[in-house]
């Protein structure tokens, strides 16, 4: 089974750049679709972005289009989530989580494993 951590969050000041890792243990990581889940305090949780275990495809939330790019590096077990341009709006916590041969869904339910999470807080 495939265990997830977090790492890469911390304050930034807007208009910065943060690179998040999802370090991957145990077998399979190549076979899990990554998608990447934010939650800010007092709201829902919120899909940010997804590759499928092929890597052959992602998915982003609009509001990241053009700022946040996905990536993974099977080799190395690990996904990626490279955020420019941030905004005061994009401080929250932030998840990723493991598909099981998924296609970069953007519904959290579809993600059987999931990380602790890493605070991402931008400020003005």
């Known amino acids: 089974q495939v265990q997830l951590v977090e790492s890469g969050g911390g304050l930034v000041q807007a208009g910065g750049s943060l690179r998040l890792s999802c370090a991957a243990s145990g077998r399979g990581f190549s076979t899990y679709a990554m998608g990447w889940f934010r939650q800010a305090p007092g709201k829902e949780r919120e899909f940010v972005a997804a590759i499928s275990w092929s890597g052959g495809n992602t998915n982003r939330a609009d509001s990241v289009k053009g700022r946040f790019t996905i990536s993974r590096d099977n080799a190395k077990n690990t996904a990626y989530l490279q955020m420019n341009s941030l905004k005061p709006e994009d401080t929250a916590a932030y998840y990723c989580?493991?598909?099981?041969?998924?296609?970069?869904?953007?519904?959290?339910?579809?993600?059987?494993?999931w990380g602790q999470g890493t605070q991402v807080t931008v400020s003005s």
């Open positions: 989580a493991a598909d099981r041969y998924g296609l970069a869904n953007r519904l959290g339910s579809e993600y059987e494993l």
